[in-house]
């Protein structure tokens, strides 16, 4: 019943901006909290961002701080990462996942194992490439 559904990747030039989109089904966002995931070419899963609507608490990657912005839209159901001064080391299929904000907390900047089951709900993913 719980859906998340991601949009928004593309390609872009290096420097350029995207703005990702998770849209939320079967739950409100008050219920979970949502983080963003970027996954590699080896299948693992690198922990982007999270956010707490109920907390009011955000994290962020070192590796992307002072360029992604994660923020939500209660009215729409929607959770977003902003993505400014991207490079191409931010290139892979970026999933939003649902988890409570401890949980997601502890993996930002770690990376998940190929095939983790880890989290209790995942989005499809969207893929973002970034060209030098």
């Known amino acids: 019943e719980v859906q998340l559904v991601e949009s928004g990747g593309g390609l872009v030039q290096a420097g350029g901006s995207l703005r990702l989109s998770c849209a939320l089904s079967?739950?409100?966002?008050?219920?979970?909290?949502i983080g963003w995931f970027r996954q590699t070419p080896g299948k693992e899963r690198v922990g982007v961002s999270c956010i707490s609507s109920r907390l009011g608490a955000t994290a962020y990657a070192d590796s992307v701080k002072g360029r992604f912005t994660i923020s939500s839209d209660n009215a729409k159901n929607t959770v977003y990462l902003q993505m400014n001064s991207l490079q191409p080391k931010d290139t892979g299929v970026y999933y939003c996942a649902a988890d409570d904000y401890t949980v997601l907390a502890n993996l930002i900047g770690l990376v998940l194992p190929a095939g983790s089951r880890a989290l209790k709900h995942w989005g499809q993913g969207t893929l973002v490439n970034v060209s030098s």
């Open positions: 079967g739950f409100t966002f008050d219920h979970y909290a």
